[in-house]
């Protein structure tokens, strides 16, 4: 099973803060590229091998490029890395289509863009759309630094310039990010949004957990996994619904893995459990969630589960595969 992939061209390639680039994505073809909607990402085939997942943040009225934004990470798996060292001006790529599992709520009557880093990739984007379209939106932007922030030029010259605030970690007094006065200020009905580091992203959302703000009105979207460990642990079986096929994962091994080894495969791309790429839907057994993708809600109904990295309670687990 392969997944449609699009042929690219990197036109230019920006530094845009120290370690942190931009790579506009323009088609080989010189065709429109197909459309997308703020928060959507696409998974980008490196030419090391390896596959990452990068939001858009160009404005989503464009259709002659996507626009992406890399923060080298030395800690990391290696992507970011790869892009860093590998990819120039003119290198040819192969990318996914569009998704989006970070969408705006088209009927919010406030928007609350709240970005951490790199995490402003997909925010940015949503702040161009919501600029666009005449709705009611705040952008808070905190970084390190003044000097560590990326696109502040762009922001500067934007539209909506005057709804975005920055905030930098050096910078305490007037900067200092203030999230419960932020949070105390936002309109009724409010919609939040908030990507970034993980630190960052879990103070925003269990504080506003904490004041009573409910999930349906919290949006987010994590670019790693943290560390979760099996609380069921040991091996299972997999049974295929199609064929009837039935599969042991061991301890040391994914689903993904024990699948791929007898024939049977599933997309993937981040491998952490954060893009929902392989989301498989469970006819019957208990998952043992231990991704960053569902909600609380999808993982309470173990209907489906993230074969990359989640496992099982039950002894076994029927995939409608």
């Given amino acids: 099973m392969n997944q449609p992939v699009l042929n690219v061209v990197v036109a230019r390639r920006r530094d845009e803060a120290p370690g942190i680039a931009s790579f506009e994505l323009t088609s080989e073809n010189g065709q429109p590229l197909p459309a997308f909607d703020a928060g959507s990402h696409v998974d980008v085939h490196l030419p ?11 404005d989503p009225r464009e259709t002659h490029r996507y626009l992406i934004a890399v923060l080298r990470d030395e800690a990391g798996r290696g992507g ?14 192969q990318i996914s289509a569009p998704r989006n599992h970070f969408a705006l709520a088209q009927q919010a009557p406030h928007h609350l863009l709240l970005a951490g880093g790199i995490g402003v990739t997909p925010i940015l984007c949503m702040a161009e759309q919501l600029a666009s379209s005449g709705a009611s939106f705040d952008m808070h932007y905190c970084t390190r630094s003044k000097e560590r922030t990326a696109f502040v030029e762009r922001i500067a010259q934007a539209g909506f310039a005057q709804s975005v605030q920055f905030h930098h970690d050096d910078h305490p007094g007037g900067s200092t990010f203030d999230l419960e006065q932020v949070l105390n200020g936002a309109p009724a009905g409010t919609h939040l949004y908030v990507c970034g580091p993980r630190g960052f992203m879990d103070f925003v959302l269990d504080t506003a957990r904490a004041k009573g703000w409910p999930g349906d009105r919290l949006h987010y979207e994590f670019f790693g996994a943290p560390a979760i460990q099996s ?15 039935t599969i042991d994962v061991p301890p040391e091994c994914t689903v993904v893995q024990a699948l791929a080894a007898n024939g049977v495969e599933v997309i993937t791309s981040c491998e952490q459990g954060v893009c929902g790429t392989c989301l ?22 173990n209907d489906q589960f993230l074969p990359c990295c989640s496992r099982a309670k039950s002894p076994l687990l029927v995939l409608d595969l």
């Fill in 231 to 245: 609380t069921a642990g040991g091996s299972f079986q997999v049974r295929i619904a199609s064929s009837g096929a």
């Fill in 48 to 58: 090391n091998g390896l596959v990452r997942q990068y939001s858009l943040c160009n």
């Fill in 280 to 301: 498989t839907r469970v006819l019957s057994g208990e998952p043992d969630h231990l991704d960053s993708y569902l909600t609380d809600e999808e993982r309470a109904a």
């Fill in 80 to 93: 970011s890395k790869a892009v860093h060292e590998l990819v120039r001006e003119g290198e040819r790529l």
